[in-house]
C-alpha cells in the first residue's frame, strides 16, 4: 500500500496548511505529497495517481481540504480498482466528516496502511447534457445551489474561516437570496410516476444526511444501501422557506407538508426556465443554460473504498 498525500492549501482558509504541518512530523510511512494549484488540480492529480494501483501495489490517495477536495477525489479516481480514498478534514462545511469516517492523527492513518480496513460506499451521478459528475454528499438544483455558491465564493466566508466560522456564512446567503432567487417547475420522474411540482425552491438528492455545514437535510440517507433520497422543497412562502432553513439543523423540517421526500435508485428532472438556474455537486457549481433542461441523477452502488 502506498499512500499519497493531495493538499488544497486553499481549503479554510490556510486550514488544510495548518493540518498537513501538524501531520507531517508523525509519519513514518512512505509516502508521496502533492500540493494542489489551481482549480481541477485535485481531479487531475487523483486520475494520475490512479493509473499507477495494481492488485498487487494498491494506493491510497488522502485528500487534505474540504468537500470540494473529496469531490474531486472521487471524480479524478473514477472508481478506478485498486485505489483507497480516505480524508483529512480541513474544510469550512465539513459535511463529508460528519457522514463518513475521516483520519484524525498519524496514528489511526499508518494503522490503515497496516490492517487495509475500508468500508464499501454508494456513490451519486448526475448527468447533464454530455457530461457527468460524481457525488458523495448531495446534488441540488436551485435554491441550495444558488446559495452554496454565493456562500463558497464569498470574501465573507472567507473572513470567517479565520476564526473557524466559515460555516455560518451559509445562513447569512439564505436570507439574502430570498428576495432574489425564483421558484420554478419541475418534473419528476421515478419509479414508474411523474410528478409535476410548481413554485419549486429547490430538489435535492441526497447520499448522506449532511449538506451546508451541518444541515440534517436528508435524515434516512445511507451511503450503503443502494438509494439516493429526493427532497423537493415547493410552494411556501420566503418566510416559511426561512423557517424551514431554521429547522433543518434539527431535522424538524421533514414535518412540513411543502417538504417531500422519496427513496429512489434512479431520477429524471425536466425544467424549464427563462433566467439561469444553478446545479451543485458536493457544494461545487454547475450553471444551467436558460431554456428545457433534463438532468438524470442515478446511485452507482458499492463503487468506492473508503480508508478508515
Not at 8 to 30: D, V, Y
Not at 214 to 232: A, R
Amino acid at each position: 500500500m502506498f499512500v499519497h498525500f493531495i493538499l488544497n492549501p486553499n481549503a479554510g482558509n490556510g486550514r488544510g496548511q495548518k493540518k498537513w504541518r501538524q501531520l507531517q512530523p508523525h509519519l513514518t510511512i512512505p509516502y508521496e505529497f502533492h500540493e494542489t494549484e489551481y482549480a481541477g488540480h485535485t481531479c487531475e492529480l487523483a486520475r494520475s495517481i490512479a493509473r499507477t494501483a495494481t492488485k498487487k501495489q494498491p494506493v491510497c490517495i488522502i485528500a487534505i481540504g474540504g468537500d470540494g477536495t473529496l469531490h474531486e477525489v472521487v471524480n479524478g479516481v473514477a472508481m478506478s480498482e485498486h485505489v483507497y480514498i480516505g480524508a483529512i478534514a480541513a474544510g469550512s462545511g465539513n459535511d463529508f466528516a460528519r457522514g463518513y469516517h475521516v483520519f484524525k492523527d498519524a496514528k489511526q492513518l499508518e494503522q490503515f496502511v497496516v490492517s487495509k480496513q475500508a468500508t464499501v460506499h454508494d456513490v451519486g451521478v448526475a448527468r447533464i447534457n454530455d457530461y457527468e459528475k460524481r457525488f458523495v454528499n448531495n446534488f441540488g438544483i436551485g435554491f441550495d445551489a444558488f446559495v452554496a455558491i454565493m456562500a463558497n465564493e464569498s470574501q465573507l466566508k472567507k473572513k470567517l474561516n479565520k476564526w473557524k466560522l466559515g460555516k455560518l456564512s451559509y445562513p447569512y446567503y439564505v436570507i439574502q437570496a430570498l428576495f432574489t432567487f425564483k421558484p420554478f417547475q419541475l418534473t419528476a420522474i421515478h419509479n414508474g410516476k411523474r410528478e409535476v411540482y410548481n413554485d419549486v425552491w429547490f430538489a435535492t438528492v441526497s447520499n448522506q444526511p449532511f449538506f451546508g455545514g451541518g444541515m440534517n437535510l436528508s435524515p434516512v440517507s445511507n451511503t450503503q444501501d443502494g438509494k439516493l433520497e429526493v427532497t423537493v422543497v415547493s410552494n411556501l412562502s420566503k418566510w416559511k422557506l426561512l423557517l424551514l432553513f431554521g429547522s433543518v439543523f434539527f431535522a424538524k423540517h421533514t414535518q412540513m407538508k411543502e417538504v417531500q421526500q422519496f427513496e429512489v435508485q434512479q431520477i429524471q428532472f425536466e425544467f424549464q426556465f427563462d433566467e439561469q438556474v444553478m446545479s451543485h455537486a458536493d457544494g461545487e457549481k454547475q450553471q444551467l443554460q436558460p431554456g428545457t433542461n433534463v438532468i438524470l441523477v442515478y446511485v452507482d452502488e458499492k463503487a468506492w473504498h473508503l480508508a478508515k
